[in-house]
């Protein structure tokens, strides 16, 4: 499906909170997502081809966008929000499976019914 919503989830190192979000939403039929983090030291760094692929970019803190404009200054971000969520919880947490659900549900919503 070509007009599948493209989801990017960005964290500090994509070790505990994106790739969390893009595991439990990995085979989600409604978007397609990938995770990557700001840390060169992450398992998968973000790139411009992530930022250009993305129809909408999730960022856990409100300090990973100014990091992502630092990063890539010629990129124009569409659509970008913050999930406010600290970097105090581990991969696949309960807690975080839980928050992120909450927050990336009403996103989804919203961006279905082009809010």
């Known amino acids: 499906m070509n007009d ?9 190192q994509n070790k505990m909170r994106s ?4 595991a439990i939403y990995r085979r989600d ?9 700001l840390s ?14 993305a129809d909408v970019v999730l960022y856990m803190e409100k300090e990973h966008l100014e990091r992502i404009k630092n ?19 581990q991969y696949m947490d309960p807690e975080l499976i839980e928050i992120l659900k ?7 919503v ?3 019914t082009g809010h």
Not at 72 to 84: A, Q
């Open 40 to 53: 060169k030291m992450s398992p998968r760094f973000l790139s411009q081809g992530d930022l250009m692929w």
């Open 102 to 108: 909450e927050k990336i549900e009403v996103i989804l």
């Open 19 to 22: 790739p969390t979000a893009e």
């Open 71 to 89: 990063i890539y200054p010629k990129v124009s971000i569409l659509r970008s929000i913050n999930l406010d969520i600290p970097d105090e919880y």
């Open 4 to 12: 599948m919503i493209k989801v990017l989830v960005v964290c500090s």
């Open 110 to 112: 919203n961006l279905q």
């Open 29 to 37: 039929p409604r978007f397609t997502i990938r995770s990557a983090g």
